[in-house]
């Protein structure tokens, strides 16, 4: 799904400049703060933040984030942070780093103390509406000056990360009903933004976060955790998988409530799968050690103290061979590739309208040799809500006399499928998703167990 009411929805287009966005109104925390840190004593405001870039913006990187490719890709200035906001009315920006998706005092009844959470979601939408009383005077006039803007809202890590510095399971969290109402609060955000006046809204996911060096780090405490081949921290993606299931089915109920209003969802979780099924040859050497370390790392707890100036750190000599620039946040060069994978990831896969395929789930369970396609075509279905393609019948590609002994999925560029688990067949839809064919009695083992990306179609 892509903004169809501007020309975007090309095919051969892939930069938001042709999307006609007028300005970008953004919502969030570190991953896309600005500047609104700067007058204060955080270390984002001090050198060697903003390293690359020679100079200390507020900005937790060694140079620009996703948010800034955004704005470049849309040939938009730079977004202005609210504390420091221009006169040009091409947007603002109100993420402060820290920011958490629920208040303090919420986040308390659960038991969750967040260090870290100066201006949460709710008060950045006050912000929002202190400015638009400023800028458009009324509702009608604000209806008219947002319809050709981009908002973009990314909240819900620091609040896990706040539960699980407060000593809370993932069991816990979902128990609790945090994430339900993390994704809720983020909701209402859309809704809120949409009846203002938004007819375009970006809402971003979580990442693969068991992949950020501040958790790794956390999780080896944790005898039990379990890591996948990356090193990455496997209970915390997949919760994070969780995460945004949830705010999928949310967004679906969005779309039906707005229907005016387009409404698309960044994949950060298969945006970081793409960087690291692609490390390598991107040039990166390290994935779980920042560039800006800590010496005797076991003895700092604080987060603040594991942040690039604190006592004790030190700043490696090649940033661009690091995908994290301190424990927590990426460096530009990992912000810029995952800002273009998302860009390129929000238009649409083919021609003739803008077809989107959503990831559903990294599993698509356990296929024994004993089951038919038939048996696990309706599995699929009625776990998933997969569409299957079609059962594959050509007999070339299936390599057997037997027309039933394949199936078709739908699976992102960026998914686990392994060439070895398909015998190699592979055969391209358009943009990055391709049709897979599974053979139904491969001797399925180890990590190739619950083979198969599942996407589902939407228009």
Request: hydrophobic letters at 35%; one cysteine or more.
């Amino acid at each position: 799904m892509i903004f169809p009411q501007y020309s975007c929805n090309a095919q051969n287009v892939r930069e938001l400049k042709h999307c006609g966005f007028d300005a970008i109104y953004n919502l969030g925390s570190s991953v896309s703060d600005t500047g609104n840190l700067m007058g204060s004593p955080a270390y984002q405001t001090k050198f060697p933040y903003g390293k690359t870039i020679n100079k200390a913006t507020g900005r937790s990187s060694d140079g620009w984030l996703i948010i800034d490719y955004i704005a470049k890709s849309a040939d938009l200035p730079l977004v202005d942070p609210f504390k420091n906001l221009g006169e040009t009315h091409r947007g603002v920006n109100f993420a402060v780093a820290g920011a958490t998706t629920l208040s303090n005092e919420a986040l308390a009844e659960k038991n969750i103390f967040a260090k870290f959470a100066p201006v949460y979601l709710g008060a950045q939408l006050a912000w929002l509406d202190k400015y638009l009383e400023g800028y458009c005077h009324n509702p009608e006039a604000c209806q008219n000056a947002l319809k050709s803007s981009l908002f973009t809202i990314n909240f819900g890590y620091n609040d896990y990360y706040a539960a699980l510095s407060s000593n809370q399971t993932i069991t816990e969290m979902k128990k609790n009903g945090l994430v339900t109402e993390v994704v809720k609060s983020i909701k209402d955000a859309v809704s809120k933004v949409i009846d203002q006046g938004a007819k375009n809204v970006l809402v971003f996911g979580v990442a693969k976060d068991g992949c950020r060096p501040i958790t790794v780090n956390a999780q080896s405490a944790n005898k039990s955790a379990t890591y996948d081949g990356f090193g990455c921290a496997k209970d915390i993606n997949d919760f994070c998988l969780y995460h945004n299931q949830l705010l999928q089915e949310a967004l679906e109920e969005l779309r039906k409530e707005h229907p005016n209003a387009q409404i698309v969802d960044g994949d950060f979780y298969n945006a970081m799968q793409s960087l690291l099924d692609n490390f390598e040859s991107l040039g990166f050497k390290s994935l779980l050690t920042p560039c800006c370390d800590v010496k005797n790392k076991d003895q700092v707890t604080e987060f603040k103290d594991k942040l690039c100036g604190a006592i004790n750190t030190i700043v490696c000599s090649k940033i661009e061979e690091y995908v994290y620039w301190d424990f927590a946040h990426w460096t530009q060069k990992a912000n810029q590739y995952l800002a273009n994978w998302i860009i390129q990831d929000i238009f649409p896969k083919k021609s003739g309208g803008p077809t989107h395929m959503r990831l559903i789930s990294g599993r698509a369970g356990l296929w024994t040799p004993s089951e038919t396609v038939e048996s696990v075509s309706a599995r699929h279905r009625a776990a998933n809500s997969v569409e299957i393609i079609e059962d594959m019948a050509d007999e070339a590609a299936a390599g057997s006399s037997s027309p039933k002994n394949r199936m078709k999925f739908l699976c992102s560029y960026g998914g686990k499928i392994m060439p070895r688990a398909v015998d190699g067949h592979l055969k391209y839809i358009g943009g990055e998703t391709r049709v897979i064919a599974i053979p139904r009695d491969i001797n399925l083992s180890g990590d190739d167990k619950g083979i198969g990306v599942l996407i589902k179609r939407e228009v």
